[in-house]
């Protein structure tokens, strides 16, 4: 197997007294899914921005592509090649998918001396990314508002691989959505993986994980609790390493294995 | 991975019709026809659209068109400018502070004016995003500071609220035909010559035409109208105007430098808003404290019947240009067809509230909401 594109060693993250994350160690390979999994508040945010440079971590090494990285602004990382997609704040609905897909990397043309929006190579590069990605627009110039959430999330993250993300960062891409939509952005992720992103899947369900996971971090009170190899774990394994162990076990016994 | 199919059965086709009609121009479309139609039937015989009527008409829509053109680009990116009345007040009587009470040739005069008003603009905006207020609050300020002003700088330096004298200022400056000029005389002279337009009988200025040419306040609309146009739909900026008003945070993910478009947009607001008023105190000669008043309330219905969104992130300059001229037409028309002035604020009332009307169900229609 290759060298992992990313390794994240002993994160530490503190917040004034507060330690968000205690040591966190992963490592992601080129064509794999990463799942990040954990409940709310076991610190999967604070890890995702620390590795997308937003925050910047208290102690603890990030290695990309073999080489130390010290990200100051999200638009570092992004450049570097690590992409976010986030659950909401991705897509303005009033816009044209094409002028969305290509909102803050505008190509350009020279006419008459004036540097223009190349509006023809927009729509058509859109027209195509959407078709790969198994999406039928109406037209380039369909608001993305008309889209369903799935769709959305696809859009996010086809223009992510587009404009060179080597690490793909998806925040919970799958919380908010139907079976249905739930199951199209699975597939999308599928795809992005066999193109050789890596792919950093953060949720909270584990069902979600083991459909596309060829990894998996549990999260908990900001340390990680080790991965596991898919295959190598159950479902119920997980659930109950996420909730920390016992409390749920117990549950489960009276809920009758339905959580 | 199999062909995706080419249609998606749950994708409703769209009349060719309904597509045409989804645009953000329409309401203006539809209004501008209406208006025309409606002033040709009733007040056709009233000189309206003589040559000398639709110099008038132009001449009030190109004025409105001036600041449409800012604040709809402004709006577009999410923000909206009270103070653009106030502007007009101040710039004005910036000029003739200078170039009448300090004696500078009028060329340093408007373009100190320029600089000054531009970086106004640049404060607000700065104000805005520093802030996290309302744009609607922060500009409300600036025009009462800046009304203040314009009425405090003349009492002082010359006890006066009109400052006059400025057309004997300009007189030989390179710069104030620019914006106090006319063009293309000898063609409305040839007009005149060939009987197309009337000339003058008696008096003297007897064989000149009524009409002598294009004043530059419209050549001034029309440039900046084509400028805002090419800028909002055909250069990266106009994308960043887009979604810098869509959704600030989403477009800030993306890399758009949202605090650049704002604040950029902020000072165009307020260039657009010292163009308007270095060519009306090149015409009338004077600086008044008075000037300007209401005016940023029109320029923002101007651009809401042109169908921009209130809340930002949608609109044409088009349309705000259309929305202009429905003003302008119907201002001087009823003045035209004898009807009492007061009930152009109950028609601006009704077409306001129409547009926006017909604007919420234009969005609902593009973001398929319910």
């Known amino acids: ?259 | 991975m199999s062909a995706a199919p080419e249609t998606d059965d749950r994708v409703k086709e769209i009349s060719p019709l309904k597509r045409a009609l989804i645009r953000p121009e329409l309401g203006g479309m539809v209004g501008t026809v209406a208006v025309f139609t409606l002033f040709a039937l009733f007040a056709f015989d009233s000189g309206m659209f003589a040559p000398q009527g639709i110099m008038n008409w132009s001449i009030i829509s190109a004025q409105f068109m001036i600041i449409a053109v800012g604040a709809c680009l402004l709006m577009i990116a999410g923000e909206f400018d009270l103070s653009v009345g106030s502007m007009i007040g101040f710039a004005g009587m910036m000029i003739a502070v200078f170039g009448v009470v300090l004696q500078w040739p009028i060329w340093i005069a408007i373009l100190v004016t320029f600089v000054l008003c531009s970086a106004i603009g640049a404060i607000n905006g700065f104000i805005v995003i520093r802030t996290g207020l309302p744009s609607f609050i922060v500009t409300l300020a600036g025009l009462f500071i800046l009304r203040g002003f314009t009425i405090y700088i003349p009492q002082t330096v010359e006890n006066k609220t009109i400052i006059g004298g400025i057309r004997d200022a300009a007189e030989g400056d390179w710069l104030a035909p620019i914006f106090g000029g006319k063009i293309g005389q000898p063609i409305f002279q040839w007009l005149g010559d060939i009987g197309v337009i009337d000339t003058f009988q008696r008096g003297t200025r007897v064989g000149q035409p009524v009409v002598d040419g294009v004043p530059m306040l419209i050549v001034w609309a029309i440039v900046l109208i084509i400028f805002g146009h090419l800028l909002l739909t055909r250069t990266r900026f106009g994308n960043w105007i887009f979604a810098a008003g869509g959704d600030a945070e989403a477009a800030r993910n993306s890399g758009v430098p949202v605090n650049r478009v704002k604040i950029l947009m902020f000072m165009f607001t307020a260039f657009c808003a010292t163009v308007f008023a270095t060519c009306q105190v090149m015409e009338f000669g004077s600086a008044g404290a008075d000037r300007g008043l209401l005016k940023e309330f029109e320029a923002i219905i101007a651009v809401v019947i042109g169908g921009a969104l209130l809340t930002g992130g949608y609109g044409s300059v088009l349309g705000a240009a259309l929305g202009a001229l429905i003003f302008g037409v119907v201002q001087q028309g009823l003045f035209f067809a004898g009807v009492e002035s007061s009930l152009f604020r109950v028609f601006l009332g009704v077409i306001l509230l129409g547009a926006v009307i017909l604007n919420t169900y234009i969005r609902r229609m593009i973001t398929g909401e319910r």
């Open chain 1, 1 to 259: 197997m290759s060298d992992p594109i990313i390794r994240m060693m002993n994160i530490e993250k503190h917040f004034g007294a507060v330690i968000a994350l205690a040591g966190v160690s992963i490592d992601v390979f080129p064509g794999e899914c990463h799942c990040l999994l954990g409940d709310n508040g076991a610190g999967k945010s604070t890890f995702i921005k620390t590795m997308s440079g937003v925050h910047k971590p208290t102690k603890g090494e990030i290695i990309f592509e073999g080489q130390p990285m010290e990200f100051d602004t999200p638009r570092d990382a992004m450049e570097a090649g690590i992409a976010t997609v986030h659950q909401h704040l991705a897509m303005i609905p009033l816009m044209s998918v094409s002028r969305n897909f290509f909102m803050g990397n505008e190509p350009v043309t020279r006419r008459f001396g004036l540097s223009l929006f190349d509006r023809e190579k927009a729509d058509r590069v859109t027209m195509e990314e959407m078709r790969k990605m198994g999406i039928n627009l109406r037209g380039p110039d369909q608001a993305v508002g008309t889209l369903s959430g799935g769709e959305r999330q696809t859009v996010a993250i086809s223009r992510a691989v587009y404009f060179g993300a080597k690490v793909l960062i998806l925040d919970e891409p799958t919380s908010a959505l139907g079976v249905r939509q739930t199951s199209n952005v699975l597939a999308t992720i599928d795809k992005v993986r066999k193109q050789g992103v890596a792919v950093v899947f953060i949720t909270h369900n584990v069902r979600h994980a083991l459909a596309v996971g060829d990894r998996f971090t549990v999260l908990n009170r900001g340390q990680t609790l080790g991965t596991a190899v898919r295959g190598a774990v159950t479902p119920e394994e997980l659930q109950d390493m996420m909730a920390g162990g016992q409390e749920l076990a117990t549950l489960e016994g009276s809920l009758g294995g339905t959580v």
